[in-house]
């Protein structure tokens, strides 16, 4: 994990990200999403592309004893 500050620029708020969380050369969109106190920054459009690709996986089994109704 990586630490920085916000800071107010006009009015906006701003975060300067560290080197080690910087996102790629290409990435100059970004969309950001409020969970609660949290925020999280992605690449535009690229919301839950991530997830779906690299994120947690349900087991096999996963909803294999489910009723539907």
């Known amino acids: 994990m990586a630490g920085s500050t916000v800071y107010t620029?006009?009015?906006s708020q701003a975060v300067?990200?560290?080197?080690?969380?910087?996102?790629p050369e290409g990435v100059h969109k970004v969309d950001i999403l409020k969970i609660?106190?949290?925020?999280?920054?992605v690449p535009q459009g690229q919301r839950?592309?991530?997830?779906f690709l690299n994120g947690p996986r349900v087991s096999e089994d996963?909803?294999?004893e489910?009723?539907?109704?």
């Open 9 to 11: 620029s006009n009015r």
């Open 16 to 23: 300067r990200l560290p080197k080690a969380v910087a996102f």
């Open 36 to 41: 609660g106190r949290s925020r999280v920054i």
């Open 48 to 51: 839950w592309d991530d997830l």
């Open 62 to 64: 996963y909803l294999s």
């Open 66 to 69: 489910r009723v539907p109704g």
